[in-house]
């Protein structure tokens, strides 16, 4: 547990939260700024971040527990798709230093868009260079445990 951290006063019952699954391991609960009506986020009850800090069985119970709840939003829900979305650093805009991940029902009339503007290599070799240094990285031991 970590003092100054919203998701571990959340696990230990200090701040209120509308949970939907807990386990010895994870805990499921809504998402307080829904992006879709159902948005629920599911954490490691560890106090863990980076992503990439999270031991790797610990990081699969999770996963679990993201698709248990994936699977009850269309069926609960009556969801047409669920979207997955994990921030990991500042950078890439998260807000909480908790490992997270956001579950989002989606539903054909929702109305939400992403805002995502593809991108494009400026030629396949720029991809190939890139794709070498991270299977360089992979092979030197960064990735953690596969």
Not at 35 to 43: M, P, Q
Not at 55 to 81: E, I, N, Y
Request: hydrophobic letters at 50%; a positive charge.
């Amino acid at each position: 547990m970590s003092a100054d951290c919203i998701f571990c006063k959340i696990v230990a019952g200090r701040i209120p939260s509308t949970k939907v699954y807990e386990d010895d391991a994870a805990l499921a609960f809504m998402d307080i700024g829904p992006i879709v009506k159902g948005h629920v986020l599911v954490i490691p009850k560890a106090h863990h971040d980076p992503l990439t800090a999270v031991p790797a069985p610990l990081l699969a119970r999770v996963m679990q527990v993201v698709q248990k709840v994936a699977a009850a939003q269309m069926a609960g829900l009556g969801a047409d798709g669920v979207n997955l979305h994990q921030a990991n650093g500042a950078a890439a805009g998260q807000v909480v230093p908790h490992v997270h991940f956001h579950v989002i029902p989606r539903f054909a009339n929702d109305g939400h868009r992403w805002n995502w503007k593809a991108g494009a290599y400026s030629a396949p070799a720029e991809a190939a260079a890139l794709a070498d240094r991270i299977r360089g990285a992979l092979q030197a031991g960064a990735g953690g445990q596969a």
